[in-house]
């Protein structure tokens, strides 16, 4: 069983960054892959990063392509949480954000088995 709970949302402007936070308990949470996904009001939830892991490998990052190149994904397994750095935020990453956590590495929220309540994001222009 894994609990997560996420942290770090806000009310910002476009242009800025935020750091979101899935703090999770759980004594095998290094092996599974925990993904970040979010959804706005009247849309489906999306995907929108993940960090897996791998015996004897790094671990593997993915990402959607709205957010490559402005959101960064990492783990810190001795504090159990997982980070999403969002840098050069803009209005159309405003959604409720949520960190899953899943024994395999997916795109598919179906794929997560464990859900955290969510944090919101609000970029205004």
């Known amino acids: 069983q894994v609990q997560l709970v996420e942290s770090g949302g806000g009310l910002v402007q476009a242009g800025v960054s935020l750091r979101l936070s899935c703090a999770a308990s759980g004594r095998t949470f290094s092996r599974y892959t925990v993904g970040w996904f979010r959804q706005a009001p009247g849309k489906e939830r999306e995907f929108v990063a993940a960090?897996?892991?791998?015996?004897?490998?790094?671990?593997?990052?993915d990402y959607a392509d709205s957010v490559k190149g402005r959101f960064t994904i990492s783990r810190d397994n001795a504090k159990n949480t997982v980070y999403l750095q969002m840098n050069s935020l803009k209005p159309e990453d405003t959604a409720n954000y949520y960190c899953?956590?899943?024994?395999?590495?997916?795109?598919?929220?179906?794929?997560?088995?464990?859900w955290g309540q969510g944090t919101q994001v609000t970029v205004s222009s």
């Open positions: 899953a956590a899943g024994a395999t590495r997916s795109y598919y929220s179906h794929d997560y088995d464990y």
């Open positions: 960090i897996s892991w791998s015996l004897g490998n790094p671990y593997y990052a």
